[in-house]
């Protein structure tokens, strides 16, 4: 019995039976469905945080300071936090930099011209901030020393700020109030969208000495950034900056210096790890499919015994017998692995379908998830699932192709 025949006989089967061949299925439709989902998921959130760190900039060096690490040390007393000498000190002692800037995030504040008002995110920022995070000015100037120096009262505005406050008319030298404090409108961004967890288009820099000098008393900053002279200089120029803080804060804890880069790394080992783990779900589920394909396999060789005596009787080989009952078995598992396919992509696709719309009507209008789904693992979900049929099919057909023709007559 050649091929295409043995092809025909295990799709009429599957017609013939098609409730017992859909339950049979359903373990590897929900297995290669789940396997294509995972891809699908886990290959777009990779993509998404190389997109988002791109944004960013991977090479970009952040030094943070943690308040909890901070509290475990015993050098507490020596630790603040960090504050504009040791800025200064990082600029002037760590000549692998090439740009360092200071950022203070004040909060959300309520940003007002005449009778429009909105939300806004204030940072306090220093000049080298706008090349460091790519926020390029449109219109206007940027934040400079002159407004350092003198804790100036102006403000360089995102490209939504513009549009809600101001819509047609010129912000350029024009007066908003934040938070009750009147501000002179010097800079307009470039539209930009969301950086992380920021969206730039919706922020207010000030120079940052304005909110420590006006608000806190005390030059203290939230984090820096840095960038090094050239990218391969990335890990020294961060042990540069750490030899730098340990030397000025007697080695206390609670600084973090790191690079997106490593960031990004991290959430991809991440992600890889998740990605396994539900993939190994999924195997179960199409080993469970495969143990279904077994059984019923065994109720069908036992409902045609005559059939298969029969056949033996007017001259089918064992192996014509053997490769009928695998053949049948890899049909059901294949016609099961397309189904999933099929039902997989659609799944993800939604879920894309899902995260876009969230984070367009949630989180500044980014795209969400970027669903893509491989040639590779269509062919690969294909052959995996016809596989399992003909290994779990293998017993069922070897105990086929033994029965004694005479034998397999006689049964009733």
Not at 92 to 100: N, Y
Not at 210 to 234: C, N, S, Y
Not at 243 to 272: C, E, P, W, Y
Not at 361 to 366: E, F, I, L, R, T
Request: charged share 20%.
């Amino acid at each position: 019995m050649n091929f295409l025949r043995s092809l025909e006989t295990a799709l009429a089967n599957l017609r013939a039976n098609k409730l017992r061949s859909a339950l049979t299925m359903l373990g590897v439709i929900i297995g290669v469905s789940a396997v294509i989902v995972i891809v699908c998921i886990v290959g777009g959130a990779q993509a998404t945080v190389v997109r988002e760190f791109e944004r960013l900039g991977a090479k970009l060096i952040i030094v943070a300071y943690n308040p909890e690490e901070a509290r475990r040390s015993r050098e507490t007393r020596l630790l603040e936090g960090l504050t504009m000498d040791d800025v200064r000190a990082i600029r002037s002692e760590c000549d692998l930099l090439q740009s360092v800037s200071a950022e203070l995030p004040a909060g959300e504040f309520t940003a007002r011209y005449l009778d429009k008002e909105m939300k806004v995110n204030a940072l306090g920022v220093q000049p080298e901030y706008t090349r460091l995070r790519d926020l390029p000015v449109a219109r206007g100037r940027f934040i400079d020393e002159n407004d350092i120096a003198d804790w100036a009262k102006v403000v360089v505005i995102g490209d939504k700020v513009r549009r809600d406050l101001f819509g047609s008319v010129d912000p350029l030298g024009k007066d908003i109030e934040i938070q009750g404090v009147s501000v002179t409108i010097i800079g307009i961004l470039e539209p930009k969208g969301r950086a992380g967890d920021q969206d730039a288009d919706k922020q207010v820099l000030v120079p940052i000495t304005a909110i420590q000098k006006r608000f806190l008393g005390r030059e203290l900053v939230a984090m820096m950034w840095a960038t090094p002279k050239q990218a391969d200089m990335l890990n020294a120029a961060m042990d540069q900056i750490w030899q730098t803080l340990m030397r000025r804060h007697n080695n206390a804890k609670g600084f973090q210096v790191d690079s997106l880069d490593n960031i990004q790394q991290a959430i991809g080992r991440v992600l890889a790890i998740f990605g396994l783990v539900l993939g190994g779900v999924a195997g179960l589920a199409l080993l469970v499919g495969g143990i279904g394909i077994m059984n019923i396999m065994l109720v069908s060789v036992t409902e045609r015994t005559r059939e298969i005596g029969l056949r033996k009787a007017v001259g089918a080989r064992r192996r014509d017998i053997l490769w009928q009952f695998l053949i049948e078995a890899a049909t059901v598992s294949g016609v099961g692995g397309l189904i999933g396919i099929g039902l997989g992509a659609a799944m993800a696709h939604l879920i894309g379908a899902i995260s876009r719309q969230f984070i367009k009507s949630g989180m500044g209008g980014q795209p969400g998830i970027a669903i893509h789904l491989p040639w590779w693992a269509v062919v690969g979900a294909f052959a995996f699932s016809a596989t399992v049929g003909v290994f779990f099919g293998l017993y069922p057909a070897v105990r086929a192709a033994r029965l004694d023709p005479i034998e397999a007559l006689r049964y009733e």
